[in-house]
């Protein structure tokens, strides 16, 4: 058995083909043939801003990466409302009303929710 060992370059996610080349010339391509990349799941950094009122209808700006395709924000288990990806590393909501008290925010998207972290935490109240 031949084998062959690579490491595939940074790339947008999607599916490409493998071609392996050498003195007798290409590989053919097809679906045994292909690799997918897949993007990273998303990352907050940063909140606009750290408390917002119980209530709910506060704009919040989230600063992170890999926005793009989010499907939903969530403040605890509470879903933000008016979401708008505003570029692959930042997005807006509206929060929604929910408990007073500290609430994680998290981006899903079709690669992963984001991890918690000190940037993500809101406090409500």
Request: overall charge positive; proline content about 8%.
């Amino acid at each position: 058995m031949t084998r062959l060992v690579a490491v595939a370059p940074a790339h947008a996610a999607g599916v490409v083909d493998v071609v392996v080349s050498g003195p007798a010339g290409g590989s053919l391509t097809g679906s045994a043939t292909t690799f997918a990349y897949t993007a990273p799941p998303p990352t907050i950094t940063r909140l606009s801003i750290t408390k917002i009122p119980a209530k709910g209808g506060t704009a919040v700006t989230v600063t992170g990466t890999s926005f793009t395709g989010t499907q939903s924000v969530m403040l605890g288990g509470t879903a933000a409302t008016s979401v708008k990806v505003l570029s692959d590393t930042r997005l807006r909501f509206v929060s929604p009303a929910t408990s007073a008290g500290p609430v994680d925010v998290a981006v899903r998207t079709p690669y992963g929710t984001s991890a918690v972290s000190p940037g993500s935490r809101l406090t409500v109240g």
